[in-house]
């Protein structure tokens, strides 16, 4: 079985064309939403969070305390160095089981991670594909998504790794633009796939 991962940058569309690989009925591990929910799940990763950054890291019921993480972690590169030290490998071992568990017969699996180059999870795939947009496109479709400014959007693109950085360790670049080319380039992708191309 194939691994293949799928990352992009903001507004590149990264979960809209996994949803299009969905529909074809391929499994997608969705690595962002799993790092949400491992971090209040998985006890190894609870413990070291909670020795990392302290007690207060979560509530009385439980629930992270996504803003005071966010506060240490925000601006302070070394704080989320070593958060990402914690949360990554928790990830890795979320998507092996999450792998153990998908039928053997399945030809590939998606692996949607925004980190996907960053955290070295690429190494782990098989394939790599990028999703991209020109970036006033990927500025529009932020704004309309989230209500936010134009400024804003840049600020949070500023700070991820270029596109032009990702070309280099990518496998296939998918242009994400507002036309129908993109379904033709999922299918495109799938039959190499499902043919072990
Ligand atoms: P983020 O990293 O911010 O989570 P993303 O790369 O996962 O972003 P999506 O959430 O898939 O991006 O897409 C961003 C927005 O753009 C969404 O509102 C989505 O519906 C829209 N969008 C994505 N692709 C297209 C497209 N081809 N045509 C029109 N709208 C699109």
Same mark, same amino acid.
């Given at each position: 079985m194939l691994k293949i991962g799928v990352t992009g940058g903001i507004g590149s569309g990264k979960t809209t064309v996994c949803r299009v690989f969905q529909t074809l009925g391929v499994p997608v591990f969705f690595a962002d939403d799993v790092a949400k929910q491992i971090m209040v799940s998985d006890p190894i990763l609870v413990a070291g969070l909670k020795e990392t950054f302290? *007690?207060?890291? $979560?509530r009385e019921d439980g629930s992270l305390d996504n803003k005071y993480i966010a506060g240490i972690v925000f601006n302070n590169a070394a704080e989320l160095a070593k958060l990402n030290a914690l949360v990554h490998p928790a990830v890795f071992r979320a998507f092996d089981h999450w792998v153990a568990e998908? *039928?053997? =017969? %399945? *030809?590939y699996v998606l692996k949607e991670a925004a980190l996907l180059f960053e955290s070295g999870? $690429?190494?782990? %795939?098989?394939r790599n594909i990028l999703v991209t947009a020109e970036t006033q496109v990927r500025i529009q479709r932020v704004m309309e998504r989230d209500g936010v400014s134009e400024q804003q959007v840049r600020a949070r693109m500023d700070k991820q790794m270029s596109d032009e950085e990702k070309m280099k360790m990518t496998d296939y670049i998918l242009?994400?633009?507002? =036309?129908?080319s993109v379904i033709l380039q999922v299918l495109d992708l799938h039959h190499q796939f499902i043919s072990g191309l």
């Open positions: 302290g *007690p207060q890291s $979560y998908v *039928p053997a =017969d %399945c *030809p999870s $690429y190494k782990m %795939c098989d242009l994400n633009q507002q =036309d129908h």
